[in-house]
């Protein structure tokens, strides 16, 4: 194990739908979107107290896949925003000026800061 100060981040695929190519192609937008959640959540990795933890999730737009097959891409995307939000918590200030530490599953999705 570190000695220093680390975080320990465990991830949970909560749900997600993902549209194939073939029935992109066949049916277009009537498929619906893709879409992909994943709950996120940070302990303290010396004591495994929870910090803080959020829901996560991207979802396209049906019409733009249907023309653009971009729903194997959302992967990927949502790897990004997940490597994001773990670099701003991994900041000495939580990154708490750009995303609040509200508990999204405390607060529900749309919250107001307090």
């Not at 220093?4 to 049916?27: E, H």
């Not at 670099?87 to 607060?107: I, M, S, T, Y």
């Amino acid at each position: 194990m570190p000695h220093d100060p680390y975080l320990l981040v465990k991830c949970t695929l909560l749900n997600y739908r993902m549209v194939s190519k073939k029935a992109r192609i066949f049916a277009g937008p009537a498929m619906g979107t893709s879409y992909i959640t994943y709950k996120a959540q940070v302990y303290d990795g010396k004591t495994g107290a929870l910090l803080f933890q959020r829901e996560i999730s991207t979802e396209n737009n049906a019409f733009a896949a249907a023309f653009s097959f971009n729903d194997k891409n959302l992967p990927t995307f949502l790897g990004n925003v997940l490597g994001d939000y773990l670099a701003l918590r991994a900041r000495q200030d939580k990154g708490v000026n750009v995303l609040p530490l509200e508990n999204v599953a405390q607060a529900g999705t749309n919250a107001q800061p307090k």
